[in-house]
């Protein structure tokens, strides 16, 4: 699960930023709106939350939402604001807002309203993605080939998200090290090959496959059987 944080108290921000990492969320921040704005025109796909204060500098929170709404966004926005009354709320809601919590608020039960958001978000029906054998439970984290779970890390089970919601179609090195590193971390592209080269190893052997393409990135593909190279002792036995 990937959070952006548009909040310009850096005191909230930095409690936010503990408490839902500490639950496992990759966490990005950004503290005014014009900054908010430019990173959801240029990833949208890649949060699955948005926590926006609604008085943020530079640009309000209220014209964030409104700007990604009219993009077509559907991501999921969790209100945060010292503004309390019925009007704000009906307005922040009526801008396409999801949920609304005054400030000052429980971490618990923000926790509890993210949960909730999340699974909305993914819904019922787009929890499981398959390819071929492979299924990954993007609510549970958990992959499995023929119903056996494959061991991952929590790096290779994010590089095998990003590859399966792409399935069939290239992606690049800096996309996964967009989608993997939370801002201000380094990761390079030899670590994605790292990366790559591990998943490879757990997931391939049956109709799956990473195909690299050169210089420009990864493709997850399913193999046709009659199009599956022979293995080493079926070579052999030809031989």
Known sequence: MRILI????QVLADGLLRTLRG???????????AEADAALMTQP??????????????????????????RGASLPVLILTAADSVEDRVQGLDYGADDYMAKP???????????????????AASGLIRHGPLVYDQTGHVATIDGRLVELSARELGLLE????????????????????????????????????????????GPIRIATVRGLGYCLEKIQPEAAMP?????????
């Open 162 to 205: 990003v590859l399966l919601q792409r399935s069939g179609r290239l992606v690049s090195k800096d996309q996964l090290v967009d989608r993997l590193c939370e801002w201000g971390e380094e990761v390079s592209n030899n670590a994605i090959e790292v990366y790559i080269h591990r998943l490879r190893k757990k997931i391939e052997g």
């Open 6 to 9: 548009a909040e310009d108290d």
């Open 45 to 70: 796909s890649q949060f699955d939350l948005l926590i926006l204060d609604l008085g943020l500098p530079k640009l309000h929170g209220l014209e964030v939402l409104q700007r990604l709404r009219s």
């Open 231 to 239: 293995s080493d002792s079926d070579a052999a036995s030809l031989a």
């Open 105 to 123: 608020f429980s971490l618990q039960e923000l926790e509890a309203r993210v949960r909730a958001l999340t699974r909305r978000g993914l819904g």
């Open 23 to 33: 639950s496992g969320a990759a966490v990005n921040h950004v503290a005014n709106g």
